[in-house]
Every structure is written in structure tokens, then in C-alpha cells.
């Protein structure tokens, strides 16, 4: 069992930057990819960014590279999205996910989730 907790969303201006947190729980954390993923108002939820267990292997939605970083502390048993560059069309709540061995860009892949944390970006 994995339990996540994101936090770091807020309020931000276009152009600006935010860092979003997913900490984690359990002993096997390591063994496990991790992925970000967001949904804005009437949307699906989308993938944004995934790492592998090693934090080698790592993943972008298009409209995102370039802008987001995703990094793991293993140490730590945590996970980050440094988001530059934000965008109105980035507000979205933001989702970190876990799941055993590959990093996946498909939702349902994923076995565990957070509880999410907003992100809002004015124009």
C-alpha cells in the first residue's frame, strides 16, 4: 500500500512558476514509478509528467516539455513538478499517482492516488 499527499498548488500569474510536493508513504516507494496528472473543469484527466522507480526514465506530455520538471527523492519518499512557464490553460488539479515497475503515461495504469491539489493560473 502507497498513500499520497500532494501539496504546493496555489494561485499563480501566467508566466509565473509553481513546485508542486506528493509525499509518500510505505517502505517499497523506490519500487514504484511515479506519475503526475491533472484535471481541469469538465475535462478528462490527462497525464503530465512520469518518472521511473530509478529516477532515470522520465516522461512528458507535449504541452508540457520544456516547461515541467519532474523529480524523485527516494530518500525522502517524495516527488516534485517544477512547473516554469505557467499557462491559464495549466489550471487544472493536480494528481500524483503510483504503481509498480514501468513509468506509464495511461491513468489506469496507475494503483494509487492523491488526493490532488489546485493549480490556478491568471492571464
Known amino acids: 500500500q502507497v498513500q499520497l499527499v500532494e501539496s504546493g498548488g496555489g494561485l499563480v500569474q501566467a508566466g509565473g512558476s509553481l513546485r508542486l510536493s506528493c509525499a509518500a508513504s510505505?517502505?517499497?516507494?523506490?519500487?514504484?514509478?511515479m506519475g503526475w496528472f491533472r484535471q481541469a473543469p469538465g475535462k478528462e484527466r490527462e497525464f503530465v509528467a512520469a518518472?521511473?522507480?530509478?529516477?532515470?526514465?522520465?516522461y512528458y506530455a507535449d504541452s508540457v516539455k520544456g516547461r515541467f520538471t519532474i523529480s524523485r527523492d527516494n530518500a525522502k519518499l517524495t516527488v516534485s513538478l517544477q512547473m516554469n512557464s505557467l499557462k491559464p490553460e495549466d489550471t487544472a488539479v493536480y494528481y500524483c499517482?503510483?504503481?509498480?515497475?514501468?513509468?506509464?503515461?495511461?491513468?489506469?495504469?496507475?494503483?494509487?492516488w492523491g488526493q490532488g491539489t489546485q493549480v490556478t493560473v491568471s492571464s
Open positions: 499517482a503510483a504503481r509498480r515497475y514501468e513509468a506509464v503515461i495511461m491513468s489506469t495504469e496507475y494503483d494509487y
Open positions: 510505505g517502505r517499497t516507494f523506490s519500487s514504484y514509478a
Open positions: 518518472i521511473s522507480w530509478s529516477g532515470v526514465d522520465k
